[in-house]
Every structure is written in C-alpha cells, then in structure tokens.
C-alpha cells in the first residue's frame, strides 16, 4: 500500500513540477527586461519562391523570419519599445497577404543609425522582375554609416550579383574583406529530381561535357558565373550523405560555443578571406579521392571559408555568410518562454535536405552570440559617437585659422585643394563613393589636411570625408561653398543654406537634379561631418551689370551680426547673417565664413578707379563684435589672372629665391586692399594642357614637373605675404570643365564629359591625372615588307595613337620621316608632303606629323584648315604649304605632357584630339567651317574616318626615299572608322607635380 501511495504521490509530483517548470519559463521570459537596438534587415526577396513556386505566407518571408524569431525570442526591441515584425520592420519590397507587391520599404530612408544592419538577401523576388534587387550606392551609404559608426554589419551570399554595381562589389569585398572565387554550389538531395535541380544546370552540363544529363540520387553541384559547372554524385565522388558540413574553427570555438557542427543543405559561395580577417567558420565538402579530383580544378583544398570576419579599431564587425544561412520559417513557433532556442535545438535532427537543423543547431546560436555582442557594445559606440557628433570650435585669428584643442586654440596651417566633383563620362558630379576615396586618399597621402567643394557634393563624398577621418589620427578638414545666384531671393538663399547646413551635420536631403541615367529623385545625407568643417565660403559672384544695379538700388541691411547701408554691400550683409545666424541657433556655435570676390571687382583697386558702382564694397560691411574672429575675404589669384599679365609694371618689388616675382606683389596688393581682415587665396595653380597653335600663353605647354615648382612658387609667396593660406586648384583634373577659349571648339557641349580636352587648360589643372585607359585593342593595322613593316591605329577619349615599326632605324641626319592623316573628305586636303618632295598622297591630306631627329617632332595642319581665320573648312590643294599646330613633347607617355617616343625602330605617336580639329571624338565630330566664324562655336560634320599614310624623304636631295600606301587599290590604303562611344574607363595618376608639392606641404607646421 505505501509503494502504491508513493506512486500516486509521484505522478501527482511530476505534472506539477512540468507545470511549474512551464510557468517560471513562461513567466520568466515575460519578466525579462527587453532590449532595445537599432536594428535594420534588408531582404529584397520577398515574396520568396521556392522549387515548387510560393507557399504559404510564411515562406514568402523566409529569407528573414527566422532572424526575426530570434530577435523576438531574445526579447529585442525598437526604440520605442515594440517588438520587431517579420511582416513589416524590414526593408525591401512589401506585399500583403496574398503575396501582391505593394510597394517598397527603401534602407535609404531608415531614419536612424543602426546598431546591427543584417543583409539577409538582396537577389531580388522573381515575380516581380527585380524591382528592387542588388545593392545601391544610397544603400551602400546606409551600410557604411552603420560600419563607420561602430554598428556591426551582418551579410549574406548571392551580396555581389549581377544587379550590383562594380563599384559597389569592390567596396563590399573590401569592407568585409573576402574575394570571390566566382564559384558557388547546392546540395541536391536528387539529381533527377528536375523541381529541385536549377533549370539551367543540365543543358550547361551537356554544353560543356558534350553529354546527357544522366545523374540520379544525392549529389552537389558547384557553378560558376562565367559558365562552368562541376556536379559530384554519391558512390562516385563521395560515399557519406554527410556531403557539406560547417563547422566552428577551431581558434574560435571557446567564442561561439553554441554553434555546433551541422551538414549544410543550401547555396553557398566559395570565397578567399584575406589578410587581416577572421576565418569564424569553414565548409567541408567531404569528397573521395575520385571527388577531390573534380574540386582540383578549381580549388587545391575542399575546405572554405563560411564565415569571414572583419574588424577594426575605429569602425564595428562585419561578418560575412558565405552561405544562405537565414532560410528558415520558425516564426510560426511559440518564443515566449525562456529557452526557446535551447528547446527546439533539442528537437531537430538531421535529415537529408532539411535546412531546419542547421538553423536550430549552428545558425541561431550563432546570431545570438553576435548580437549579444553588439549589445554589450552599445554603450561605447554612443558614447563616441556623440563626441563625434560636436561640431568643430575653430576661428580665424592672427591671419590665422585656428582650432579648439582642449581649452586652447592652435594654429592650423592651411595646406588645402579643391576637389572637382564630376567624374569623366557625366557633367554631373559623380556618385562613386570609391573615385571620392581615392582622391582624398590621395590628398592625404600629399599632405593636404583641408579640401574645398565648389557644391553641396553627393552624399559619397561627405561619406568618404567621414570614414578617412575615422580611420586616421590626421584630420582632413572642410570648406563648404555655399554658392547662389545674384537674382535668387533671400527665401531661395534661405534654402540652399539651410540644405547645405543640414547636410553637413548628417540630416539634410535635396532633389537629385542630375540627368544620368537610374539616378533617384531625392539624395540623403547621413554622414555627420560637422566636427571637421573648417569654414564656409560665400560665393555670390556677380557680374558687372549685376554690380551696377544693386549699387543704384541703394538697398540697405540691419542685421543681428552683419549690416550693410549699401546696395551691394547688403546683398552679401543678408547671407552672412542668416549664416551665422543658423551656425549659432541651429548647430551649437559660430563657424569661419569666407566671403568670395572676383580680384575683378574689388574695391579700390586700381584697375576699378573709374568703375565705383561696379565694385563689391567690402567697407561697407559692418559686423557685429561677436563674428570679428569667424569673418575673412577669399579670392582667385592665378599667374594667368590679365590683371596681372597686363600690368606687370606695377607688380614689381616682391622678390624670392628665385629672384623678381610679379605674382607675390600682386598678392601683396590685393591683401592691402581687403585689410583689416584675413584674406585666403580660395583657388590658384597653373595648368598642364597642351600649347595648341602656341596661342595660349607662356604658362601653356608646361610639363608636370613646371607644374609642380610653379605651385609651389605660387604658395610660398601666398604664405609670405601673410594670407590665411591658399587652396590649390585643382586636386584632380576635370572633363566636363570648359575654358572661354576652349569653348567654340567643344561641340556638343553635352558630350564634353565623353572626351578629354588635353588643349584645354581647364581641364588640365588637376595634381591628379585623370587618364582615359590606353586601348589595348588595335583599332586598324597595316602592313608593308620595305621601310615598314607596320602601322597601326587605335582612340581613346584623350588621343589618337599612332604606332610605326620600321625595318631599321631612319637616318634622322639626312631624311625625316612624315606620317599623314586624311580626316575627313577625301578629295579636299593638301596632297603635297612638303614643298621640297614631288611625291604626293592618295587622298587629301588636313595634317602631316612630321619627325626630323630622334627628339623633335610637330603637327602641321593644311593652310585653309587652320584656325584663327574666317573659315576653317579643307580645301583641294597642292602647294605643299602647312601651319605649324603645335610641337611634340619627347616623352614614353608615362606623364600626361608628352606626346611621342622613338625606341630603335618603333615610333609612338599620341595626338591630342582637339590639334586635329576633332570637337567631339566620340561620335567622331570634326569642324568644317565654310562660312566666316562667328566667335561662338564652329560649324561641325561627322568624319566617316581617317585614312594614314606613310612618306620618308631625303631633305638633302628632295628624294623620295618611301611611300606607303602605293595606290588606292593596294590593300594599305585602308579608312580608319573606330567605333564611337557613350562610357569611357578611366585611371587617376600621380602627375609630376605630386612630388614636388609633397615635399613643400610636408615642411612647414
């Protein structure tokens, strides 16, 4: 009876302590405190779609619900203290609950930085033609912000697809720190099983084997984007089902105990960490001798990186899945009681093609542990990211910009540039975060510590400014232009600088008024760079009938820091105060601003002494004590500046090392004139463009080590006088710049940006080459067996390259060697060589290159096709007479100033396009002006091609000592028609110059 009572006493205890087990799991997890955390997922592939089309509602999330079960189970919440929901709190496209596309949630406009960014998958939904699919740059700029911010950034596979842009990839493998290898692969539970094998696998199979498709039972088939396939089959290649496993490394096993090895049953990438990355996980494929063959082809081991890890002293992890790892439809399962996770773990078991195990057994664990990681982090990341977020103290003293450092202000000595904002092939400034990069990196690295922007730039740039400066001790500081119009009202001023302000401090957006193509509408500013905002500049710039005008309006200004009782002098009054007025009420702090005049239309100046209303009367400016030391005057001064070049006999008395310079004097001058306040050279520097037609001036044809010294000159004479510093311009050449002189021979306009103006010397004022890419590809190649043996012809948007291969050495003491082009209109042209040879071409010549000795060559352009007449039009002629257009620099084309090379018997010619009267090379646009010009811009037709010829002659004897091509029916008289363009590729290079400004910014502190 006891034994039985005791029984009865036991199954009466057991329910209740079940029972009570339950109710402190249950109640315990209700208890819990939440978590809360900025948390964005971005899945793009929703609805999903599995082998058998979509399932229940489910599955249409499942490329991110079971994070979202975990979130929840783990008691993760919102700043606002609810719980995350599958359906709604990620962003991506949105559906409702029948699977109907609704819209989009875009990562651009989350509204807050996130602690924790996971990109669950960005393939992109088949239903609905990849509406939103890949990774953007405004993505990327999401991304970033969270990364440089010290949030940890979580990825998966399939990041790197085809609707991602290059420079988006280069940027992702870089930040996450992997390569790829172009090769992925998938266990397939049946290799005749068609629902589950991809489509396109068996007929690439049969293409590149030349075999049917024939497998049957368990196998995994590895794929690559350029087209191979590989498939391994069990008995075959392998003999356990336990084909791919991942397991933990064995270094970071005592960190992410919770995950346990597991087989993998989804897609997964093959990918190479690199140096300076945690290799967190690895897969296994478990092959035979026969299988390991096979995976030779691609790989010397079976065994890959699953799980990448990246981190850094100044920004968050990044981890990187090289698997489809979030797969998994767990939230239909109950999470509110403590060990949720544990529970279910405790349940699954492997079986064949079930993804569910790995998610219980080595996934959950896993995410728990790094988002338990980045909790613990918060606390440190908002705590240094509000120190970042304090706008910089500095103000101009002493001639002096001068920087808060503890509780006392330091000089800064300026070392600055300007940085153009358009990239080559786009008018627009560019949104490539990666060319922004480069060009600061490159700044950084020539000892720069402050760049310029004309503009509000693209978000990129500010994002670039932001992640250089947290990644080095030496700051890279700001001038922000603010830039308008005269004839904008104060409400449309009010705008402009209110939008830059907000931009500037992370929280600003404006429309996108650029025309390329795929662009959106609105751009968004996230990245806080306030902290290394040096100074504004105000730049008004009015013209001269703009200047009289305001004069007589007489409009005066009372303002709480600037007034003005004057009409241009209120116009300026107005903007500085609105200013200062935002840097004090808005953001903390009075900040520098520089107010920008042309040298043209400055007060008192000599060459204004009969102009008194056609000037900016800086006097007039009454300011108010609280912005004395946050007020300065800024202006361009240039060597090429007419003021100066046209009165160099009141310029004199400034002498340096190198004796009388008239340039220092003129600083001098216009110093005096802004006195008593700072004055700032806001852009100087000299040009390395091309000497076209020798009309350009003494500081045309330069080459990149005169750059160099000329600069230095410049600023060395600029800091002597005593200004605030100068701003070198330009940091890195620009396309789509155009000069006055330039601009009649630049038609259309709007293809500009498709081709380099080398004669240009707007173009070419750049530190920093930017150079289109030399084709490797020959565009036209003729050959001959006497003197030559072949002459090839090949474009890119700079220049026509010409290259001759001689059969031995020409004897430049007696003969010199002519290459002839026919441009365009075969009957119109010169048909003479020169005067003193009676040999003739087959077609009408418009220029002749030709080579005297080893080191000296020129371009000569037919008489009626020469510029700088009425009419530039090709006319039939057979006088031999020809206009010199420009001599040819000696050089191997390792700088951007030389334009042919002699090795033993190769000659390389490079010409720049617009020498050859080319106003468009990439549709192939030549002048043909017949009627008289009229100043603005010359008449144009389409070439069809060029034709090249080939002459060697005897200038002692008058004899022809070669000619190529003999006749019109011999097959090396051949019309060069290269195709036309829309994208150019491009690389940014070190000119000469870099150098010798280097060495100049780095000695003085």
């Given at each position: ?5 005791g029984?009865?006493?036991?199954l009466?205890?057991i329910?209740?302590i079940?029972?009570l ?22 899945d793009?592939?929703v609805?999903?779609?599995d082998?058998q ?9 499942r490329?991110h ?19 995350y929901?599958?359906k ?5 496209p949105?559906i ?5 596309y609704?819209?989009?949630?875009q ?5 807050k930085?996130p602690d924790?960014?996971?990109?669950a998958d960005?393939?992109g ?7 939103y699919?890949g ?8 991304v970033?912000l969270?990364?440089?911010?010290g949030g ?9 697809g ?7 990839c280069n ?5 996450f ?11 397939v539970?049946d ?12 007929s ?23 087209g ?8 075959t290649?392998f003999k356990?089902?336990?084909l ?14 919770g995950?346990?090895k597991s087989?993998f049953?989804n897609?997964f990438?093959?990918?190479e ?7 967190i996980?690895?897969?296994?494929i478990?092959v ?14 079976n065994?890959?990186?699953?799980i ?13 899945f090289a698997?489809?790892?979030?797969d998994?439809t ?17 349940l699954s078991?492997?079986?064949?093609g ?6 219980w057994?080595?996934?959950?664990p ?5 988002l338990?990681?980045?909790y613990k982090g ?15 103290a ?6 002096k910009f001068q ?8 000089n800064?000595?300026?070392?600055a ?6 990239e ?9 975060y ?5 060009l600061?990196?490159?700044a ?7 760049v ?9 740039f ?17 001038i922000?232009?603010?830039k308008?119009m005269v004839a904008?009202?104060?409400?449309e001023w009010?705008?402009t600088?209110?939008t830059?302000?907000?931009s ?14 795929g ?5 968004k ?11 504004y500049?105000?730049d008004?710039?009015p ?6 005008t305001l ?12 007034s ?12 500085l ?7 004090s009420?808005?953001?903390g702090g009075?900040?520098?601003v ?9 007060e008192?100046?000599?060459?204004n ?5 056609g000037v900016?009367?800086?006097s007039?400016l009454?300011l ?13 001064l240039n ?16 002498t340096?090392s190198?004796g009388n ?23 100087f ?5 091309a000497?076209?037609?020798a ?13 160099g010294?000329?600069i230095v ?10 200004c605030m510093?100068?701003?070198i ?7 789509s ?5 330039a601009?009649?021979s ?5 293809n ?15 530190i920093?080459?930017?150079?289109a890419e030399e084709?490797?590809?020959?565009g036209?190649?003729?050959k ?14 700079e220049?026509l ?10 004897d ?7 290459v002839?082009?026919?441009?365009y ?10 005067k ?5 071409s ?6 002749i ?12 352009v037919c ?10 039009s090709s006319?039939?002629s057979?006088d031999?007479?020809?206009?010199k ?11 951007s100033?030389?334009?042919f ?14 020498a ?7 549709q192939?646009?030549v002048?043909?002006q ?7 811009q010359?008449?144009t037709?389409i070439?069809?091609g ?5 002459f ?13 091509p ?5 097959v090396?008289?051949k019309?060069?028609?290269y195709e ?17 400004i280097?060495?100049y910014?780095k000695?003085y502190?």
């Amino acid at each position: 009876m006891k034994k039985t009572k005791g029984k009865k006493k036991l199954l009466l205890i057991i329910p209740l302590i079940i029972l009570l087990v339950l109710a402190i799991s249950f109640i315990g997890w209700i208890v819990k405190p939440a978590k809360k955390m900025n948390i964005a997922v971005l899945d793009t592939t929703v609805p999903a779609t599995d082998g058998q089309g979509v399932n229940q509602t489910d599955r249409y999330y499942r490329k991110h619900s079971g994070f979202f079960w975990l979130l929840n189970q783990q008691k993760y919440v919102k700043s606002n203290g609810k719980k995350y929901n599958y359906k709604k709190d990620y962003f991506g496209p949105q559906i409702n609950e029948n699977g109907e596309y609704t819209g989009e949630n875009q990562l651009a406009d989350f509204d807050k930085v996130p602690d924790f960014l996971y990109l669950a998958d960005v393939y992109g939904s088949e239903l609905y033609d990849n509406k939103y699919s890949g990774l953007s740059s405004k993505d990327m700029n999401i991304v970033s912000l969270t990364y440089s911010t010290g949030g940890t950034v979580v990825a998966e596979t399939e990041l790197l697809g085809s609707t991602t842009d290059e420079t988006v990839c280069n940027e992702i493998k870089s930040m996450f720190g992997f390569t790829t290898t172009s090769w992925s692969g998938r266990y397939v539970v049946d290799l005749n099983d068609f629902s589950d094998v991809p489509k396109w696998a068996p007929s690439t199979y049969e293409n590149q084997y030349g075999v049917k498709w024939q497998f049957s039972g368990p196998g995994l088939i590895l794929a690559s984007s350029e087209g191979g396939i590989i498939v391994l089959e069990e008995k075959t290649d392998f003999k356990s089902k336990n084909l791919v496993s991942i397991s933990i490394s064995d270094e970071f096993k005592k960190e992410f105990s919770g995950s346990k090895k597991s087989n993998f049953y989804n897609w997964f990438e093959l990918v190479e960490a690199e140096n300076g990355t945690d290799t967190i996980a690895n897969f296994k494929i478990n092959v035979n001798a026969t299988g390991m063959q096979k995976i030779k082809k691609i790989s010397s081991t079976n065994k890959f990186a699953a799980i990448i890890r990246k981190r850094s002293n100044n920004s968050g992890d990044t981890y990187y899945f090289a698997g489809d790892f979030n797969d998994c439809t767990s939230d239909s399962r109950i999470y509110r009681f403590l060990a949720a996770d544990k529970f279910f773990k405790a349940l699954s078991f492997d079986k064949e093609g079930d993804i569910n195990q790995f998610y219980w057994k080595f996934y959950n664990p896993l995410m728990k542990k790094i988002l338990k990681d980045t909790y613990k982090g918060l606390d440190e990341k908002n705590e240094k990211q509000s120190e970042n977020e304090k706008q910089l103290a500095v103000r101009v003293n002493e001639n002096k910009f001068q920087i808060k450092k503890n509780d006392d202000y330091e000089n800064l000595n300026l070392k600055a540039v300007n940085v153009n904002l358009d990239e080559p092939g786009s008018a627009n400034a560019t949104r490539n975060y990666g060319y922004y990069k480069e060009l600061l990196e490159q700044a950084v690295e020539m000892g720069v510590n402050t760049v310029r922007v004309y503009e509000l730039a693209p978000p990129e740039f500010y994002r670039a400014l932001f992640e250089i400066n947290q990644n080095s001790d030496d700051k890279l500081y700001l001038i922000q232009t603010i830039k308008g119009m005269v004839a904008d009202t104060q409400e449309e001023w009010k705008k402009t600088i209110d939008t830059i302000m907000s931009s500037i401090h992370g929280n600003g957006e404006t429309k996108n008024d650029s025309t390329d193509e795929g662009q959106e509408d609105i751009l968004k500013y996230r990245h806080d760079v306030s902290e290394y905002l040096l100074s504004y500049v105000l730049d008004i710039s009015p013209s001269g009938e703009e200047l009289q005008t305001l004069s007589n309006q007489g409009e005066t200004y009372d303002g709480n820091y600037v007034s003005s009782m004057e009409g241009i002098g209120s116009l300026y009054a107005k903007r500085l105060d609105y200013i200062y007025k935002k840097c004090s009420e808005n953001y903390g702090g009075l900040v520098p601003v520089g107010m920008h005049v042309n040298v043209e239309n400055l007060e008192s100046a000599f060459w204004n002494e009969d102009n008194y209303n056609g000037v900016v009367k800086l006097s007039s400016l009454q300011l108010n004590q609280d912005v004395e030391q946050y007020y300065y005057v800024s202006t361009k001064l240039n060597v090429t500046d007419n003021i100066l070049n046209n009165n160099l006999n009141k310029f004199v008395g400034f002498t340096d090392s190198q004796g009388n310079f008239n340039y220092g004097s003129y600083v001098e001058y216009v110093k005096e004139k802004v006195s008593p306040y700072g004055l700032m050279i806001d852009g100087f520097g000299i040009s390395t463009n091309a000497n076209i037609y020798a009309t350009n001036g003494i500081y045309s044809g330069l080459d990149e080590t005169q750059q160099g010294e000329i600069i230095v000159r410049m600023l060395d004479a600029i800091l002597t006088n005593g200004c605030m510093g100068g701003i070198i311009s330009d940091l890195n050449d620009s396309w789509s710049a155009v000069s006055d002189e330039a601009k009649a021979s630049i038609v259309p306009l709007t293809n500009n940006p498709l081709w380099h103006d080398l004669g240009d010397p707007a173009q070419t004022t750049g530190i920093l080459a930017v150079k289109a890419e030399e084709k490797e590809d020959v565009g036209l190649e003729l050959k001959d067996f006497e003197v030559m043996r072949k002459m090839q012809l090949s474009v890119n948007p700079e220049y026509l390259y010409v290259t001759v291969a001689l059969e031995k050495e020409i004897d430049y003491t007696t003969n010199e060697l002519i290459v002839g082009l026919d441009t365009y209109e075969r009957n119109n042209g010169e048909y003479f060589y020169n005067k003193g040879y009676f040999a003739n071409s087959l077609s009408g010549m418009e220029y002749i290159i030709k080579i005297t000795s080893a080191k000296d060559a020129a371009l000569y352009v037919c008489s009626s096709y020469a510029r700088g007449q009425e009419t530039v039009s090709s006319t039939e002629s057979y006088d031999g007479n020809w206009t010199k257009v420009m001599d040819l620099t000696y050089g191997n084309f390792s700088t951007s100033t030389s334009q042919f090379f002699i090795g033993s018997t190769n000659v390389r010619i490079r010409i720049p396009w617009t020498a050859l009267n080319v106003t468009d090379p990439s549709q192939r646009v030549v002048i043909e002006q017949k009627t008289p010009f009229d100043g603005i811009q010359y008449k144009t037709t389409i070439t069809n091609g060029f034709i090249p010829s080939l002459f060697v002659g005897n200038r002692e004897s008058g004899d022809t000592e070669y000619i190529f091509p003999l006749s019109k029916d011999a097959v090396g008289y051949k019309t060069y028609k290269y195709e036309t363009w829309k994208e150019v590729d491009y690389t940014v290079e070190r000119k000469g110059s870099f150098g010798t400004i280097q060495a100049y910014l780095k000695s003085y502190n």
